[in-house]
């Protein structure tokens, strides 16, 4: 059974850094395209970065891009979110998720994406 566990997550100030941990079981490294999500009350849930299972290729929402890195541990079942110079807006929940039947490179769409995590809160703030 696939489950993924996010962990991490804390209140920093602006320009600190957090990595946020997603632990997945049962997925198939080297396939699977892995997502991170995040979501503010009131907003829907937006894609900040993913990387593609096959190749490696990694994307990032223009918003993060330069402050965020993704990476993958296929060997110990973890995805990482590297965030730097951390901004107030970049607070919210934020969420992994797999994807199970990725095509070309990986996508930050919510509907493509089988399994989520229950999520961890980032609080950016003086």
């Known amino acids: 059974q696939l489950q993924l566990v996010e962990s991490g997550g804390g209140l920093v100030q602006p320009g600190g850094s957090l990595r946020l941990s997603c632990a997945v079981s049962?997925?198939?490294?080297?396939?699977?395209?892995i997502g991170w999500f995040r979501q503010v009350p009131g907003k829907e849930r937006e894609g900040v970065s993913c990387?593609?299972?096959?190749?490696?290729?990694?994307i990032y929402a223009e918003s993060v891009k330069g402050r965020f890195t993704v990476s993958r541990d296929n060997a110990r079942n973890m995805v990482y979110l590297q965030m730097n110079s951390l901004k107030p807006e970049d607070t919210g929940v934020y969420f992994c998720?797999?994807?199970?039947?990725?095509?070309?490179?990986?996508?930050?769409?919510?509907?493509?994406?089988?399994?989520w995590g229950q999520g961890t809160q980032v609080t950016v703030s003086a």
């Open positions: 998720a797999v994807d199970r039947h990725p095509w070309g490179s990986c996508v930050m769409t919510m509907r493509d994406y089988d399994y």
């Open positions: 990387v593609t299972g096959r190749s490696g290729t990694t």
């Open positions: 049962g997925f198939t490294p080297g396939y699977d395209d």
